[in-house]
């Protein structure tokens, strides 16, 4: 069973940086699809952006797109980074990852199956 476990959330003031961890254990992630979601105080679920492990391909929604970064970690290939940049109150909200074996990567929902618990970012001054 695949468990995925997310981390480094925080509060963080406006225009501040985060980086959030993805470790995956129980299963080899080399060639599976990650993706970052999240969700903000009454708002829907968010696809924020996803990480192709079979091309090293990634994908961002547009409201990311220039400030967060996904990699993975080449030493481990089992952990995924998202580094976020520049961050704005609209970005707070409960981030997850998740996990589906396929060779490309989506930004929606439904197509993953394992997912982590959390990890809660606060952007405010």
């Known amino acids: 069973q695949l468990q995925l476990v997310e981390s480094g959330g925080g509060l963080v003031q406006p225009g501040g940086s985060l980086r959030l961890s993805c470790a995956g254990s129980?299963?080899?992630?080399?060639?599976?699809?990650i993706g970052w979601f999240r969700q903000g105080p009454g708002k829907e679920e968010e696809g924020v952006s996803c990480?192709?492990?079979?091309?090293?391909?990634?994908?961002y929604a547009d409201s990311v797109k220039g400030r967060f970064t996904i990699s993975r970690d080449n030493a481990n290939k089992n952990t995924v980074y998202l580094q976020m940049d520049g961050l704005k109150p609209e970005d707070t909200a409960v981030y997850y990852c998740?996990?589906?074996?396929?060779?490309?990567?989506?930004?929606?929902?439904?197509?993953?199956?394992?997912w982590g618990q959390g990890t809660q970012v606060t952007v405010s001054s």
């Open positions: 990480f192709s492990g079979s091309d090293g391909s990634a994908n």
């Open positions: 998740a996990a589906v074996r396929h060779y490309r990567c989506t930004l929606g929902e439904d197509d993953y199956d394992y």
């Open positions: 129980g299963y080899s992630l080399d060639y599976w699809a």
